[in-house]
Structures are given as structure tokens and as C-alpha cells.
């Protein structure tokens, strides 16, 4: 019994993950309220997550307001561009007449958004690359993982659900979600950065590598 109150007991662990949840739950609500911010503050819960699962000790509340900072004009830039690319995919399909050659085109421009809102801002939390580079580096990722891909949408799809029919998730809702999809998504960067979040340097080879790939990991630029 003693240890189930310790420090390092079950529960002392899991009230403090739940509390995390809910911090960062809040954060990524507050700044998310002017929408077009929302990017920004996704991003910055990302980069609060995948540093928690990296086992990086520090302050929910500082690495979130740093990374929403740090990314805030890239983050908006690309929100901004998403919220106009699907109104202009949904006049389209609303617009278009049924059996319209471009009504198929318009359903798969529509999968390739829904993707890329998928992974944009997790990969923007820990890489440094130009808008556009970030754009086809998520598409490519997103049609490569299919499996990490649809389950992130499931998963997407069922959090939405679950508040709808229990509103009182939504408190904590936004950070499991992060946190489940954080799980997936660090297992697929290490596939391209296998030292991520470690003190390991990387070769010249695999410095060569990633910069024929476009991909800079921001933690240490991040780092202050």
C-alpha cells in the first residue's frame, strides 16, 4: 500500500500524467479559440508530447508557450492555406455536378488534405523545413505509413465521437489524443532520424542523408 502512494507508485504516476493531460489539454484550447492559431498551438502540444515520451524533463507550460512562439508564423502561414485549400475543395464538390470527371479529382485532393492535417504540425514540432518542403514531405510520409496514417484518422474520428456523446472528455481530450498519435508518430520519425532525442551525433553520411532529404531536426536550435 505504502507504495502505491510513493513517488514512484502507480497512482502518484498516473495522477500525474492525468494532470498533465489536462494542462495541456487547456493550453492547446486557449490558444487554439482564434482558430486560426490552432496550427500553431498543435504544434506546440506535439512538441510538449514527443519530449515527454522521449523521457526530455521540463515544464509543460514552458515548452508549450516556446515551441507556439518559435512556430507561430509557419504554423499560421500553413493554417491559413489549409483552411482556404478545403473551402475551395468544398465549393468545388458542392459546386460540381454528379457523374463530373473533376468530382473524382476533387474527392482525392480532399484524402491528400485530410492527410497532410494529419501530420503537418507532429512533423513541424520536431523538423525545420520550408512550407511547401513540409507540405510533400507530409505527403509522402502519409501515403508511405497507410497503416499510422488511417489509424491516426480513426483515432481522429473516435476522440470526436466519444465527446459528442460524453462532453466532458473534451477537458482532456486534444492531449490523449496527442499523446496516442505522439506514440506512433516518434516510432515513424525514428525511422528516418534513428538518434532522435538522443546525445549521439550523427555521421557525415547520415548528415549528407538528411540534408539530401530536406529534413533538420529543431530540438537543438529549440533548446536555449
Known amino acids: 500500500m505504502r507504495e502505491l502512494f510513493s513517488l514512484d507508485g502507480k497512482l502518484y504516476k498516473y495522477c500525474t500524467f492525468l494532470g498533465d493531460m489536462l494542462i495541456l489539454t487547456l493550453l492547446w484550447t486557449v490558444c487554439s479559440i482564434p482558430i486560426i492559431t490552432l496550427g500553431a498551438s498543435t504544434t506546440a502540444m506535439y512538441y510538449v508530447l514527443t519530449r515527454l515520451l522521449s523521457g526530455r524533463e521540463g515544464y509543460i507550460s514552458k515548452d508549450f508557450f516556446k515551441s507556439f512562439k518559435q512556430n507561430f508564423l509557419q504554423a499560421t502561414f500553413l493554417t491559413i492555406l489549409i483552411l482556404g485549400a478545403a473551402w475551395l475543395i468544398y465549393f468545388n464538390i458542392a459546386n460540381l455536378q454528379t457523374g463530373s470527371a473533376l468530382l473524382g479529382v476533387q474527392f482525392v485532393l480532399c484524402y491528400e488534405l485530410i492527410i497532410v492535417i494529419i501530420y503537418i504540425f507532429p512533423v513541424l514540432s520536431r523538423f525545420e523545413m520550408?512550407?511547401?518542403?513540409?507540405?510533400?514531405?507530409?505527403?509522402?510520409?502519409?501515403?508511405?505509413?497507410?497503416?499510422?496514417?488511417?489509424?491516426?484518422?480513426?483515432?481522429?474520428?473516435?476522440?470526436?465521437?466519444?465527446?459528442?456523446?460524453?462532453?466532458?472528455?473534451?477537458?482532456?481530450?486534444?492531449?490523449?489524443?496527442?499523446?496516442l498519435t505522439s506514440l506512433m508518430f516518434m516510432k515513424l520519425f525514428r525511422k528516418y532520424l534513428p538518434k532522435m532525442d538522443t546525445s549521439l551525433e550523427y555521421t557525415n553520411a547520415e548528415l549528407g542523408e538528411m540534408e539530401e532529404a530536406g529534413i533538420t531536426e529543431t530540438e537543438e536550435p529549440k533548446e536555449e
Open 130 to 179: 520550408k512550407s511547401f518542403q513540409l507540405i510533400w514531405t507530409c505527403i509522402f510520409m502519409a501515403n508511405r505509413h497507410l497503416l499510422t496514417t488511417i489509424t491516426c484518422f480513426l483515432l481522429f474520428v473516435a476522440f470526436i465521437g466519444l465527446c459528442m456523446y460524453q462532453p466532458f472528455l473534451i477537458v482532456i481530450a486534444a492531449g490523449f489524443y496527442g499523446w
